[in-house]
């Protein structure tokens, strides 16, 4: 079988350069063989008769005389999608040579000389090199590519290996010949008037993240066979739930160091200046360049490397609120504004005055927005979405190696640009030597073959623009070398003068004494608690709380921290033990903390009795109204923590009146904590008033566009739960979408089975995550939703098992949640209508049977849930006596009142009011139609 990869040669490398266009030429058949097996094997090298191949560097050296070189390249050559070549062939973009000066030739050449001493002089270096997988090249690498992809990695992630040199000799920029097509495309960023946002070049080092929490997490306490760290490193990379940068500073912030200093490892005066950050300062000094990062590598290379002093900046800098606010009032009032400048959305740990940097603390005007609380009041800046907006509305836009992972702000305000003029998406990839372009349409289809490599937030922006119909306003690059393509396309000639960065440490370690016992306790608990796994949070929790003295703040913190990691593990006990624990704690506290800590612990109190007291949602009403009365009202004194902990209460309050609506209405004080969520909750807060807010829709909706009104509120309070690592509250929204988009089936005949589908998803999703990082609540929770998705469409099951492992979960595992014990033997009684033994009778008998029991076992207890699921389970009980008669169900007006209104409300429900309708008007002809016509024990 002929190889799929072809193998090339062509003696360019120590010509001149003006000869590189000499013909590539094939290995034979057996030496391609051979190569393509290394390569495979991901071998560093591989020998041939009189040469070795790097694979590396695509360089092929004689072993006598390592002057005579060649370049070499893989073909794909076989299996490509006919999609992508027809855009290979489309987009391809033609890499010409250009005219350099004599001198830079030489410097071309120099380079390539040491590359290959290098090579030869440290054999032992080769196998440390990684193997660069070009497997989806398609086209023609040039010799000036080669010398490019070699000199990278000697230049490209930092100066401090080398002394600096002028980067754009070493790495000069190509010059494109375009396709008259893509001209069309490209041309509108040849302007000056053009906004570049990148994310790309932090200063914030992935393993310097990675050693700051190892440092204080690689402990393990007795009751735990793994240390911390065993357990939170694969969320680095891993998820749901997924460890933030945002959350572990979060985090140190909240325990250990209340002014982030550890971020003074960014105010270092040897800054690791690449490339990309010279590009983007030229770029600042005509247009807009908005960056996400907060380091100063931008300005610190305009400085060293762009203007004479290297004290001054040669643009303007903007970052506080009041630069945002200016800049929303100058667009508003239709002011010609210049905008020119380097904005910096997520601010910045310093900024320049009177010729020298100023350290700006992480919670100062203008700071680096760096944590969690950070990003709950950004992501509410009506002057920077506002501002963002304007620049995608106006002026093309480039937005050059952006993760698209700030999920919070500005992702959210990416996908909601109303009609973006022109947007250039740059997305780095590594096998990418030449551009290939694609439009926002293909991205949203999935055409290409490497959907995996591009990045998730390019992918969701995409989808939504597709769905909104803009998506042809997006167009997007694939290329390895983005930034040289950023270059080329906005017509810049870099030619800096040479300069002398020092040595510095790539992997820059975040500054922090070694942790006290304490300390790595709190964290670990901390973190533990963050990504849901609380039985083993408890634990540090509780160790941290031994090792602390009774009355100190440690003692404090720490033991309230156990109880509240003790109350979502789910134990009616544990949850009462955790009640007191917390009332001792706050008594305990010292007097700086004894304002918080007895808030805290009547929040606790409230939210325990709410689960083990008789009538606890109404005692837990009360108590919670309490509290928000003392804390007074949210413009007034309560700020920090114990403003936090009002916000907690007000969205849990909005909750319970959910289900007891003839519960005191609440306070003034109490409506105005409710109404101030939006604005200055946590995110996790804004996450639970999101779908409370999507549950509230749903109930009351009266058609399918409000139901979808509704899905969509729904979906942004997954997308804060999921990035937040919020398990517990993203399973639970899971569970809600899913019925939404069952019930969006429901609506209308025949049933859409695309919805039924998306139902299931979200339900099996919510299994999963539930099994791995939830409670026992809400492990059944998902099964419930399930079991009834299965039941009435069976046509969604994956196979025959699935539906009877569910309910053999009912039958064998228990569970202290009222509700949720009633809702399980409520699927268990419709589930005989799956019996193909039992005749109509007996199915209609047992049903039956099950159904009133149910009603006689349960009281309400005035929770409008259960009063419709009791009510529907005497519906379903009726209407099976009535089936055996062959009739349809006879009208109740006051079940039906209970089924479809609230006690104190005029609404009804329009979703139940229908299918009660189809009940008292259709005669089932088969099992499907019975399960149809059967009400079930889910929402709205």
Partial sequence: MPNKYQWFWRSSINCAISNIREDWQKFSDVEITIIEDAYQKQRDHVELNNDIIYFKHFLQINKLDSTKTKSVKRIFCENRSKEEQFHSFRRNVWWTQTNYPDNEDKVLVKQQENQIKRVNEKSNWCNRIDTIDVSIQSTTVSAKQIFKTNLKSLSENNLTQLQYQPYFKSCPSLTYSWPMEDKDILSPFYSNQLTVLSGSAS???????????????????????????????????????????????????????????????????????????????????????????????????????????????????????????????????????????????????????????????????????????????????????????????????????????????????????????????????????????????????????????????????ASIWHERGIADRLTVVTIADSVSFLAQITHLSPNFKEEITENIDSNTEYSSSLPTQWQSYIVSGAILSHLSYFSEAKHYFDYATSTSIEGTREYCIARLAAAEAAIEIGNRNARIQAMNDAIDAAEAAPLSLSSWANRRAKFISAKVKRFVEKDGQSIAIVELQQLLNQCGKPNEKCVGEERNVALEAAILLAQLRRYLPSSPEPSDVAK????????????????????????????????????????????????????????????????????????????????????????????????????????????????????????????????????????????????????????????????????????????????????????????????????????????????????????????????TRDIITRKTQANINVYWQMRILRAETQIPLNTYDQLQLLLDPLSP
């Avoid at 569970?815 to 007996?842: G, K, N, P, Q």
């Fill in 672 to 895: 105005q904590w409710i109404e101030s969520i939006p604005k200055i909750g946590l995110l996790h807060t804004k996450g639970m008033n999101l779908h409370e807010s999507a549950l509230n829709k749903y109930q009351l909706a009266t058609n399918i566009e409000e139901i979808d009104d509704a899905i969509l509120v729904m979906k942004e309070a997954i997308e804060i739960r999921e990035e937040l690592g919020h398990m517990r509250g993203l399973v639970a929204s899971l569970n809600v979408l899913g019925s939404m988009q069952m019930r969006l089936a429901d609506w209308s005949l025949p049933f859409e089975i695309k919805h039924i589908k998306c139902a299931a998803e979200q339900f099996r999703r919510s299994i999963e995550y539930s099994d791995k990082h939830a409670a026992v609540f809400d492990q059944f929770q998902a099964r419930i939703h399930l079991a009834i998705c299965l039941l009435r469409y069976p046509s969604v099951i994956d196979s025959i098992d699935e539906l009877k492992e569910i309910l053999n979960f009912f039958r064998t595992r228990t569970t202290d949640d009222l509700r949720t014990e009633i809702e399980s033997e409520f699927c268990l009684a419709m589930s005989i209508f799956t019996s193909s033994v039992l005749s109509l009778e007996e199915r209609c008998d047992q049903s039956t049977q099950l159904f009133n029991e149910l009603v006689n076992k349960y009281t309400s207890n005035n929770d409008v849930r259960l009063i419709r699921i009791l009510a529907a389970a005497r519906f379903n009980a009726e209407l099976c006596q009535d089936w055996k008669k062959g009739q349809i169900h006879t009208l109740n007006p006051e079940l």
């Fill in 203 to 461: 200063g914030l080092a992935t393993i310097g993240l990675q050693n700051l929490v190892r440092r204080y997490t690689n402990i393990s306490v007795p009751a735990d066979e793994k240390s911390a760290w065993a357990i939170i490193e694969p969320h680095f990379s891993q998820g749901p739930p997924r460890l933030r940068l945002e959350t572990v500073f979060d985090v140190i912030q909240q325990y250990i160091d209340p002014n982030l200093s550890l971020l003074d490892v960014l105010m270092t005066d040897t800054p690791a200046i690449d490339r990309s950050h010279d590009i983007l300062a030229m770029l600042a000094m005509k247009c807009t360049v908005i960056t996400t990062n907060f380091d100063h590598l931008i300005e610190d290379a305009a400085r060293l490397h762009l203007g004479d002093d290297p004290n001054r900046i040669p643009f303007d800098v903007f970052c506080t609120e009041e630069h945002f606010k200016n800049a929303f009032d100058s667009i508003q009032s239709n002011t010609s504004s210049n905008l020119t400048g380097l904005w910096k959305l997520h601010g910045s740990v310093a900024i320049w005055q009177n010729e020298k940097r100023v350290l700006v603390r992480a919670d100062q005007n203008g700071g680096p927005i760096a944590t969690l609380k950070r990003f709950s009041s950004t992501r509410e800046s009506n002057e920077r979405r506002y501002f963002l907006h304007h620049l995608l509305e106006t002026q093309p836009f480039i937005i050059i190696d952006y993760s698209a992972t700030d999920d919070f702000d500005v992702i959210r305000w990416l996908k909601s640009v109303k009609l973006p003029l022109n947007v250039l998406w740059i997305q780095h990839m590594d096998d990418s030597f030449e551009p290939i372009i694609w439009s926002g349409i293909d991205i949203a289809k999935g055409i290409p073959s490497n959907m995996a490599s591009f990045d998730r937030g390019l992918i969701t922006i």
